[in-house]
């Protein structure tokens, strides 16, 4: 049995095929459980009612560190409007994705950080883990991270150097690998602190590559640990499925 501990599906604008087809490719392809991830507080919204739609699949409750225009006064009024509805709900399982992403110009540094920080209050009040979006930005991701005191968490899409990869290591992170680890090359952690994710529709694995992502190909991705970490796929699905359990209490 495996999971995919970070998809998009739940959003219509993004993810384009239909969610009863995508859940059956599902689990046919041996991926019982998935958790769709919020990017912004209408579409963790969207998550959460997926979530209670479907048996099988868990939420986030997220802001992306490029969705946001710096608003302070409606960022506040959205997290205390969350306070008392969203982040109330059953099978909210994490607080993320949430980050620093400096991969692209035109995103405001310092309107980042402080959402971040506001978010990562959130997760250190309710005891929930982070998944973390973090790209071209660990200088600054690291002294804000130390300031919390957070649950055991993820760097979802971790694709940077070896140095941040032992950071991450060093600070008892896990790491989401997806189908970026099966045509490019990046650094990865030991099996013991991996989980599998898809990011779907994004980050098609290969040999899908060119079409719409979707969670059954968590598969395609295990296939390739299996391969990458020389062990067969079962061991593969149960190192990684007992870590997703384990992070998210699923
Ligand atoms: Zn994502």
């Known amino acids: 049995m495996l999971v995919d501990t970070h998809c998009h599906i739940h959003d219509k604008g993004c993810f384009e095929l239909p969610p009863d087809e995508t859940l059956t490719h599902m689990h046919e392809n ?96 309710l005891k929930l883990p982070v998944s973390f979006h973090i790209r071209d930005a660990f200088d600054d991701f690291w002294p804000i991270f130390d300031n919390f005191h957070l649950p055991t968490s993820v760097l979802h899409s971790f694709s940077d150097n070896e140095e941040n990869l032992q950071q991450g290591m060093k600070r008892g992170l896990y790491f989401g690998v997806n189908g970026l680890a099966t045509f490019a090359k990046i650094p990865l952690a030991p099996l013991e602190r991996i989980i599998l994710e898809t990011d779907a529709p994004f980050l098609t694995p290969k040999p899908f590559r060119g079409t719409i992502n979707r969670p059954g190909y968590v598969k395609n991705i295990a296939d390739w640990a299996a391969e990458y970490y020389g062990v067969d796929l079962d061991k593969i699905a149960q190192i990684t499925t007992a870590n997703a359990e384990k992070l998210f209490k699923i």
Not at 60 to 68: A, F, I, S, V
């Open 30 to 125: 041996g991926v019982d459980k998935c958790i769709v991830i919020g990017t912004d507080p209408i579409d963790s919204v969207v998550a959460r009612d997926f979530a209670l739609k479907n048996a099988e699949v868990w939420w986030t409750y997220g802001y992306h560190p490029n969705d946001y225009d710096g608003n302070r006064e409606k960022l506040e009024q959205d997290l205390k409007n969350a306070a008392s509805d969203a982040l109330k709900s059953p099978k909210l399982v994490a607080i993320g994705e949430i980050g620093l992403d400096y991969h692209f110009d035109g995103y405001n540094r310092q309107w980042q950080q402080y959402l971040l920080e506001n978010m990562l209050q959130i997760a250190q009040n």
